[in-house]
């Protein structure tokens, strides 16, 4: 299994929109709809944004929003706030009970 | 409310045994597979593995098999992360978390910090 590839870093100005690419192969992204994005603020946890490609858990705000198109996802951030600044990981599942992370992309608000 | 406690940070040195707990509360522990997370200083996260506390059914990711034992003790809704002999490329911040497809749930990490 080898990671999926995410680009190091995005930046942004608030109100802007980015979108943080993932890409893998169709063994992982482009073989179920099980995508999931994290976000991870310094010190912390992290925290789910996005799951089975595009679907948000409660709390998050609609400003986040996913897509996938063959064998690469999307995380979709709008309207930018400073908060978000952060880094964020894709996931895909990859079979046989197994996931995959990405490398992270380290999301800077200017 | 949904929780994974996880226990303390620890400091140990290279050969060393170790376990950390994970203890889940607020839903049913045995209907959710319980999975671990590594993050190394300064990088990105890192699949372990899983395990069902039902019946201990545990699945490995290739990188981390023979490295870790993953168990639980579903008697007191607690998963466990098992080193037999540490190395210095141990220390990182280790995450339990709640697996469906996806992790909804995570613990708060332990660090584990491994130097003679």
């Known amino acids: 299994q080898s990671a999926l590839t995410q680009p190091r870093s995005v930046s942004g100005s608030p109100g802007q929109s980015v979108t943080i690419s993932c890409t893998g192969t169709?063994?992982?992204?482009?073989?179920?709809?099980?995508v999931s994005w994290y976000q991870q603020h310094p010190g912390k946890a992290p925290k789910l944004m996005i799951y089975?490609?595009?679907k948000r858990p409660s709390g998050v705000p609609d400003r986040f929003s996913g897509s996938k198109s063959g064998n690469t996802a999307s995380l979709t951030i709008s309207g930018l706030q400073s908060e978000d600044e952060a880094d964020y990981y894709c996931?895909?599942?990859?079979?046989?009970?197994?996931?995959?992370f990405g490398g992270g992309t380290k999301l800077t608000v200017l | 409310e949904v929780q994974l406690v996880q226990s303390g940070a620890e400091v140990k040195k290279p050969g060393e045994s170790l376990k950390i707990s994970c203890k889940g509360s607020?839903?049913?522990?045995?209907?959710?597979?319980i999975g671990w997370v590594r993050q190394m200083p300064g990088k990105g996260l890192e699949w372990m593995g899983i395990?069902?506390?039902?019946?201990?059914?545990?699945r490995y990711s290739p990188s981390f098999q023979g490295q870790v034992t993953i168990s639980a003790d579903k008697s007191i809704s607690t998963a466990y992360l098992q080193w037999n002999s540490l190395k210095a490329s141990d220390t990182a911040m280790y995450y339990c978390?709640?697996?469906?497809?996806?992790?909804?749930?995570w613990g708060q990490g332990t660090l584990v910090t491994v130097s003679s």
């Open positions: 089975d490609v595009s």
């Open positions: 978390v709640r697996h469906v497809y996806y992790f909804d749930y």
């Open positions: 607020g839903y049913s522990f045995t209907s959710y597979w």
């Open positions: 996931c895909s599942y990859a079979g046989s009970y197994s996931v995959v």
């Open positions: 395990i069902y506390p039902v019946d201990s059914d545990t």
């Open positions: 169709s063994s992982d992204v482009g073989g179920y709809n099980y």
